[in-house]
C-alpha cells in the first residue's frame, strides 16, 4: 500500500513526514475532545431537557429504540447510552475506513474525505435540530480518517525499522496535546459562554488539521490507486495472527471501559460529587479535568520512555504484552483511588486530591496499554490487511464505549462507590486475561 520512506528529511530523527501526520492528528484530536468534553455536560444540561430536545430531528426514533432495548431511562441513563453508541461507533468505524483505505480509495483521499466530514459535523453541531445529523457524520469521518492516518505512520518505516514504536509515541504524544489544549479552549467557552462557541472553534480545529495535512503531502509515505496497485493476499499462517491480534484488542477493551467513563459518567461525577472550588468563589470547570487527563500523560510520557530505557539497558524491560497487563492493572488500581474518596467523604463533597490522583494513575494505564497496542498491532499485522488491522486496533475502544454507555444507567441506582469500584475489577480482569493467554500470544507473534 505505501512504501516505506527512506530518502526523506529528518524530524527528530524520524522521516519529516511524522511531524505532518502528528500535527494533522493533534488539530483533529483538538477539534474531536473539544467536542467530546461537553457532549455529557450538553445533553444532560440542556439538550435532552424538556422544551429542547423536542426540537431535535429524528430523536424521538432513536430514543424509542434505545428504550426498547435497555426500558425507560432517565436524562442521565439516556445521555450515557447515546455517549457510549456515539464513542462505540466513532471507534468502530474505522475499521470499514481502513479497508476502505486499503483496497479503494487509498488512504490521503480517506484521510481528507474523513476530515471534511469531521469539519462538517463539528459545525452542525452548534444546531440543535442538526444534532443527530452532526453526530452521523463525525462517526463517518473518524471512521475514514482514523485508521488511515494512524497506518501512515508505519509506512513511514520498514517493518524491521526500530524507530517505528518511538514514532508511535510521537503520534500519541500528538493526540494528547490536542486532547489537553480542547477542554481548555472548546470546554471553556461552551461551559461559560455558550455550548455553541465550543462547538464552532472544535470545527476550525479540524479545518487547520486539513491544511497542515495538504500542506505536507510531498512528505507522506509514497502509495498507488488500486487499480495500479500488485494485489497482496493473505500468506499462510496469516489468520493465526489476525485471530490473535482480535483476541488481543477485546482485551484492551477492558482498559478502555475504563477510559470511556472519564468522558461518561465520570464529568457528572465530577459536576455533583466533587469540590472543586479553590477558594475566593472560584471553581474549576469540569471540562478542565479533561486537560488534566491529557496534561497527566504528556508530563508522563518521557518519564515512561526514560524508565523502560533504564530497564531496557539492565535487560528487564517488560515486553509489550507485558506493558500491556501492567496498563490494565494501573487502570484498575485508579477507579480504587475514586471509590476510597466517595468512602472517606461519608456522603460530604469529595476533595479535590482523589480525583487528580486519578488522572495522574490513568494516565500511566494509558501509557501502557495504547502506545503499545497500537505498535504491536502495526508491526503484527499481515501486509495485505495492515490498515484495515490498524483500524481494528480501535475495536477495543468500541466495546470500551458501548460497555461504559451501558454501565453508566447503574450510577445512581449503585451510587458512586460500587460504581467506581466495579470498574476497578474490570481492569483488573484485563491483567489477568493477558497472563493466561501469554504463551499464545508469544507463539503467533513472535515476540
Excluded at 440542556?46 to 429504540?65: C, H, K, M, N
Excluded at 434505545?66 to 450515557?80: N, Q
Excluded at 483496497?103 to 469531521?118: N, Q, S
Excluded at 530497564?311 to 504484552?321: F, K, M, N, T, W
Aim: proline content about 5%; hydrophobic content about 55%; aromatic content about 12%.
Amino acid at each position: 500500500m505505501g512504501a516505506p520512506v527512506t530518502q526523506d528529511p529528518l524530524f527528530l530523527g524520524h522521516p519529516k513526514g511524522l511531524a505532518y501526520i502528528a500535527f494533522t492528528e493533534a488539530w483533529e484530536r483538538f477539534s474531536f475532545y473539544g467536542m467530546q468534553a461537553l457532549l455529557m455536560l450538553y445533553m444532560t444540561g440542556y439538550l435532552l431537557q424538556p422544551g429542547t430536545v423536542d426540537t431535535v430531528a429524528g430523536f424521538s426514533g432513536l430514543r424509542a429504540a434505545i428504550e426498547g432495548v435497555f426500558g425507560a431511562l432517565a436524562v442521565p441513563a439516556l445521555a450515557s447510552q447515546i455517549f457510549g453508541l456515539y464513542v462505540a461507533l466513532i471507534y468502530f468505524v474505522p475499521v470499514l475506513g481502513g479497508l476502505l483505505g486499503d483496497r479503494l480509495l487509498g488512504r490521503r483521499r480517506a484521510v481528507l474525505l474523513g476530515a471534511v466530514a469531521m469539519a462538517a459535523g463539528h459545525f452542525m453541531m452548534a444546531f440543535e435540530t442538526l444534532f443527530l445529523t452532526a453526530l452521523l457524520s463525525l462517526i463517518v469521518g473518524s471512521g475514514l480518517l482514523k485508521g488511515n492516518l494512524a497506518a501512515q505512520v508505519g509506512n513511514l518505516y520498514a517493518r524491521d525499522d526500530r524507530r517505528r514504536e518511538p514514532a508511535y509515541a510521537v503520534y500519541v504524544t500528538a493526540i494528547n496535546i490536542g486532547a489537553f489544549v480542547a477542554p481548555l479552549v472548546c470546554g471553556t467557552l461552551g461551559e461559560l459562554y455558550g455550548w455553541h462557541y465550543g462547538f464552532g472553534v472544535a470545527g476550525f480545529g479540524m479545518l487547520i488539521g486539513i491544511a497542515i495535512y495538504l500542506s505536507g503531502s510531498r512528505y507522506l509515505p509514497v502509495e498507488t490507486l488500486a487499480r495500479d496497485r500488485v494485489k497482496v493476499t493473505l500468506q499462510p499462517g496469516d489468520a493465526r495472527i489476525v485471530v490473535a491480534l482480535l483476541t488481543m484488542l477485546a482485551i484492551t477493551s477492558l482498559f478502555w471501559i475504563v477510559q470511556a467513563q472519564v468522558w461518561n459518567i465520570y464529568p457528572l461525577w465530577l459536576r455533583d460529587r466533587v469540590d472543586r472550588t479553590l477558594g475566593l468563589d472560584l471553581a474549576v470547570p469540569v471540562t478542565w479535568f479533561q486537560s488534566l487527563d491529557a496534561l497527566a500523560v504528556l508530563l508522563l510520557a518521557p518519564v515512561a520512555i526514560a524508565f523502560w530505557r533504564w530497564q531496557a539497558r539492565r535487560g528487564v524491560e517488560p515486553d509489550d504484552l507485558n506493558k500491556i497487563g501492567l496498563g490494565c492493572a494501573a487502570a484498575g488500581a485508579t477507579c480504587l483511588l475514586l471509590a476510597a474518596g466517595e468512602w472517606l467523604a461519608q456522603g460530604a463533597p469529595v476533595l479535590l486530591l482523589w480525583p487528580v490522583l486519578f488522572h495522574f494513575g490513568v494516565a500511566i494505564a494509558y501509557l501502557y496499554v495504547a502506545p503499545i497496542a497500537l505498535a504491536l498491532v502495526s508491526r503484527a499485522a499481515p501486509v495485505a490487511v495492515n490498515a484495515t488491522m490498524v483500524g481494528t486496533y480501535y475495536l477495543g475502544i468500541f466495546i470500551g464505549g458501548i460497555v461504559s454507555g451501558w454501565l453508566g444507567r447503574f450510577y445512581e441506582p449503585l451510587h458512586a462507590a460500587p460504581f467506581w469500584l466495579a470498574h476497578a475489577f474490570i481492569g483488573i480482569a484485563g491483567t489477568v486475561a493477558i497472563l493466561v493467554l501469554r504463551p499464545w500470544f508469544r507463539r503467533v507473534f513472535r515476540l
